[in-house]
Nanobody
Framework: QVHLRESGGGSVQSGGSLTLSCTAY????????MGWFRQDPGNEREGVAA???????TYADSVKGRFTISQDTHKNTLTLQMNSLKPEDTAIYYC????????????????????WGQGTRVTVFS
């Protein structure tokens, strides 16, 4: 069992930047595919960025070129650097993990992830 804790959310003006961090606790001796997802009221949870056990990452089209996902396996942390933020990026952001590898084409599917953090709120105002 692995537990995830997000941090780094907040409020920022459009065009600004935020960095989200996710720290994994518990059974971190095995490899996990990990990702960032977001959800705002009335919408389904959607994949934002994810990275598999081969260290291959993928992004939602809406964030390509603006967001960067990175992983530090020694510190058991997953980071999402978000630049050029837009009001439509406003949501609760969740960190998620699943043991083992996932095909790149499936990385952004929330249904495949087993472990979830509590979420951190990101608000972008114009």
């Amino acid at each position: 069992q692995v537990h995830l804790r997000e941090s780094g959310g907040g409020s920022v003006q459009s065009g600004g930047s935020l960095t989200l961090s996710c720290t994994a606790y518990g059974n971190t001796d095995i490899l996990y595919s990990m990702g960032w997802f977001r959800q705002d009221p009335g919408n389904e949870r959607e994949g934002v960025a994810a990275i598999n056990t081969d260290e291959i990452s993928t992004y939602a089209d809406s964030v390509k070129g603006r967001f960067t996902i990175s992983q530090d396996t020694h510190k058991n942390t997953l980071t999402l650097q978000m630049n050029s933020l837009k009001p439509e990026d406003t949501a609760i952001y969740y960190c998620a993990a699943v043991a083992g590898g996932i095909a790149v084409s499936d990385l952004l599917s929330p249904l495949l992830y087993r472990h979830w953090g509590q979420g951190t709120r990101v608000t972008v105002f114009s």
